[in-house]
């Protein structure tokens, strides 16, 4: 298994996922121009794409989803709420896939839970690959750490985790008292201190790396939630590697601890 994230913040979102012969991208929150472009300096084909999941409707995770699915024949999967929310998916033969239901890809198993977000159906995506056993596990837009937060993100091998904001930067910002609010509030997003709680939580001994995503572009640092997070699993028995993602570059790929590469973040801690 190897995974790579295309790109992470309010500018578009996408992760691709490989196992073996199967690739699975979990939103595709770029237009498909934009995509190709990516998957390129990664020497990857659209068409190569089994699959895109689409975790919920916003425009930075669904942009390029039906249009790339046309064009490159990818299946597509999405909860109920969102295929309501998004006509373009109706259009597009998107499949519903219920929070909990697990779904057989070619090399891959696709199981979705609930996350806590303000949109329709909004789903947190684990990918595994029973030829070997890795799993890796997509967690944004998350506004509370809830227990199907924390039961997706439990035995991960490979951990995508929203570290959007610092509290005190959000506090401190332009935006006004009710976008903060919505940012702060329990269907917002997450904070580098609860995400990095959350990480710390769910340390285990095959976790081998951790990708903080999703960051905000006015609120945050990368180097505020890369410490933030690092502080934390200081104090656990996490030996692999932090890196965080970034919004106009591609970053990867990281590899489960049995076939493990360099992650290619300058932002990389190994503890």
């Known amino acids: 298994m190897r995974l790579w994230v295309l790109g992470s913040g309010s500018e578009g979102n996408a992760v691709l996922v490989e196992c073996g012969e199967s690739r699975v991208l979990v939103d595709a929150g770029f237009g498909t121009r934009e995509l190709a472009r990516r998957l390129r300096t990664i020497g990857v084909a659209p068409g190569s794409i089994e699959a895109c999941v689409v975790t919920h409707e916003h425009t930075d995770h669904i942009k390029g989803a039906a249009a790339g699915a046309r064009r490159w024949g990818w299946s597509l999967f999405a909860s109920a709420e969102t295929v309501d929310a998004w006509p373009e998916l109706q259009t597009a033969a998107c499949t519903v896939v219920a929070p909990g239901e697990h779904v057989a890809l070619s090399r891959m198993v696709l199981t979705t839970h609930d996350i806590p977000h303000d949109a329709a159906g909004p789903i947190g995506v684990r990918l595994a690959c029973p030829a070997t056993g890795a799993n890796a596990v997509v967690c944004t837009d998350v506004g509370h750490v809830s227990d199907g937060v924390r039961a997706l993100c439990a035995g991960a091998d490979l951990l995508v985790l929203e570290s959007n904001h610092d509290e005190a930067m959000l506090r401190a910002g332009p935006y006004p008292r009710s976008v903060q609010a919505r940012i702060a509030s329990r269907t917002g997003h ?82």
Do not use: K
């Not at 710390?200 to 995503?213: F, P, Q, S, Y």
């Not at 990368?222 to 997070?229: E, P, S, V």
């Not at 934390?232 to 049995?258: D, E």
């Open 190 to 271: 997450l904070s580098n201190r609860a995400s990095a709680q959350l990480t710390r939580d769910v340390v285990h001994g095959d976790l081998a790396h951790v990708i903080l995503a999703h960051l905000s572009a006015t609120c945050n640092d990368h180097g505020l939630a890369h410490r933030a997070t690092a502080d934390q699993l200081r104090r656990t028995r996490f030996r692999g590697t932090l890196s965080v993602a970034m919004q106009h570059g591609v970053v990867g790929p990281f590899l489960p601890r049995a076939a493990r590469a360099e992650p290619a973040s300058q932002y990389t801690l190994a503890l």
